[in-house]
């Protein structure tokens, strides 16, 4: 025997209930305890009187004589009749009559009743639970303590396809693959053993009989129990919600993709970005390829030909003998293929189901597929600005599921998100490498051999900058053996970083052959400078972010003659002078403001260098990197270059090696030269009187110096030079004369005087006396030209020394 508890929601319960016996001519015959509790009747006053004198109020008669008809019809009734409380109220009660025959075929009438509002209550009670089997959406599983189904809804025959018939004493999970069975018979013993409901959790759900569909389901669960606590089972909901699913999937891989697509402006990496999207979110394999001259940051074609370059790869699957190329390899989809006939009309494909033997149809077998069990493919144009910039090739392997038209949907938007930020940063890489080629341009190829210095020049470009920075450096060959030495940084970084700095170079290169001091340079530099701000001011050309133009310079002019360099700086860090017996000091210029701001003077200071001594210029990047404070930089700068001795591309290296890191922050230009002197044999200098005989004493001179050094086919052109140069002088000038011959890679002739007046070319009338000395000068000489200082000028020329 079995005993079961009655649920106190139950209004015809044992002790809930109301019940009385009416014979077939409806006299009381029973009556029971609750009854007289509800209705206020005594047995007494109520057993052997007819129910409708006693209960049933006159109004009320009609319809419960209706009642006893239709008892009487269909052998039992059940409704709700208004009856009469012993006070003389009416109750109105839910009736449930049935019919009784007793062995002598006399009929009686047993009589069930309750307050009609529980009655209604429990009957919307049972309407909703035979809505939940019957007519809800939402998929509804009983399973009994024995870990089978007792029960199942419309719903499930729906989600299934079987009907709810065959499903009672099924084992739980049955119907799923074996995976997902298991997590199903975990969750509803878990359920059962802990009595905790499990609420909307999501799970992958495959039938045994389609293992190919993965839906996702959202499932509840919770324990049945009887009114004494026993274990009746458990009873799950199931809503499919594969759709709902899909949907936040996607929109997760899309804000996924806005964070992590387009996070650099480096082409390859924006790729790697968008594959990294991809798998294994949407597909099991993924390969981007784009256009040669997109991967180099040129314009694309409007009409893609020949190969791509595969410049990401990701996928799931163990790598096998048919891969496709790796990453950075030229890749050439055979025509007819997915992948050409996107590339060529720039649309979209979507293949849902791919023949056993698709790959077969490729020249190289594999070579477009990372997994010969991909079963599923989507293929679609990496487009932005109306030209096709590349192609990108998903597939699935492990995922059962095919691909459909909302993952296309998906992977266009995917791909046209990065399409544009691989552009932008084709774009950006045309820039850079524009402004790179502008910088390398207008920076010194090489360094020409000087016999005055031996120079080392180092430049290094930031790794982390925006485009190019202004930094350059110069070595410009003077008259009279000098060499000029040259580092400036122009303000900022890009195209207009590296078209001012090529200006400001040119500009210098101008103002040396001028054999300007100095100060006198870096003077006319800044008129350049705020000259060409003022320009742009009045275009309204200032770049975003950027100023108008400003630099920092340093000049200095050294000759090995006199050993003497000069120089000035304008904003500029000072340079490292190292002597020979390796004491490394700043050389101590006045500190003149940068290029460009104006107001305040600019000086030369000078100082005498011992033969092997090192002059060291710099920009400010090699000493201001953020890990660095600038004392620290500079007394690391003094350390490198104690050593003046050691050849110059070590000294170099090691000073990039103490002060310059793995990616530096800046553009960074460094200079370090050697002195040399010119033996004293190699200058010969005189000092001539002002008078007629000048100009034959200065051929004298010269003649004999010439022999003396062997250059005597040199004779004739020198005495000519020597002579105009020395005429003019005592023509239009006033004071000594100096006449001084440098012997090194050329011969130089100096004339020297105390006048300001420069001598100058012109073509002479057949009816002038004169004016044809300096264009035969001219005819006789590679170079000439005239240097001012402050005590009047000199003009020189120079001459091959293996003659004309």
Known sequence: MTVLSESPDDPFALHRAASAVLDDRGTVVGWSRR????????????????????????????????????????????????????????????????????????????????PAAEVLEWQRDRAVLDGLFRRCPVGLVVHSPEMTILRVNRAIEQFTGMPAASFPGMPTGDLLVAEDARRSVERVRQVMESGKSLVASEQYVRLERDPTRVRAASVSAFLLQDPAGRVLGVAETVEDVTERHRARRRLAILDQAGARIGSTLDVRQTARELADVMVPHLADHVTVDLSQPVTRGEEPAQALAGPVVRVAVRGLAVRQPDLPPPEGEPVHPAPGTPQARCLADGRPLLEPVLSPDWFLAEPRRGEQAPDLSAHSLIVVPLAARGLVLGVMSLWRSRHPEPFEADDLTLAQELASRAAVSIDNARRFTQQQQTASTLQRTLLPRTVPHQPALEVAP????????????????????????????????????????????????????????????????????????????????????????????GATCLYAVYDPVSRRCSAARAGHPLPVVTSPDGEA?????????????????????????????????????????????????????????????????????AVVDSLVPGQPADDIALLIARTRVLPPENVASWQLPVGPTAAAQARTLATTQLTLWGLEHLAFATELIASELVTNAYRYATGPVTLRLIRERRLVCEVADASHTSPHLRRARTTDEGGRGMFLVAQVTERWGTRYTREGKTVWTEQSLLGS
């Open 585 to 653: 000091a700043l050389f101590d210029l006045p500190p003149g403001p940068p290029l460009g701001l104006g107001g305040l003077p600019f000086e030369t200071r000078e100082i005498e260098l011992a033969e092997g001594s090192l002059l060291t210029l710099y920009t400010n990047g090699l000493i201001g990197e953020r890990h660095l404070d600038v004392d620290t930089g500079l007394r690391r700068l003094c350390t490198a270059l104690t050593h003046p001795a050691d050849p110059l591309e070590k000294t170099c290296q």
């Open 35 to 114: 009854a007289e509790e509800l209705l206020g009747h005594p047995g007494s006053e109520v057993i052997g009187r007819p129910a409708f004198e006693v209960l049933i109020d006159p109004g009320y008669l009609p319809a419960a004589k209706d009642a006893a008809a239709m008892c009487r019809r269909d052998g039992g009734w059940f409704g709700v009749l208004a009856v009469r409380h012993r006070s003389g109220r009416l109750v109105e009660m839910g009736f449930r009559a049935r019919e009784l025959l007793r062995g002598d075929q006399v009929r009686e009438w047993f009589l069930v009743g309750a």
């Open 458 to 549: 180092r430049y290094l470009p930031a790794s982390t900058a925006p485009g190019p920075g202004g930094d350059w450096f110069d070595v410009i060959p003077l008259s009279g053996a000098r060499v000029a030495l040259v580092v400036g940084d122009a303000v900022g970084h890009g195209l207009h970083a590296a078209a001012t700095m090529g200006r400001l170079r040119t500009a210098v290169h101008t103002l040396a052959t001028l054999d300007l001091e100095p100060d006198e340079v870096l003077s006319r530099l800044d008129d350049l400078v705020s000259l060409l701000a003022a320009e742009q001011e009045t275009a309204d050309e200032r770049p975003a972010g950027e100023q108008i133009i």
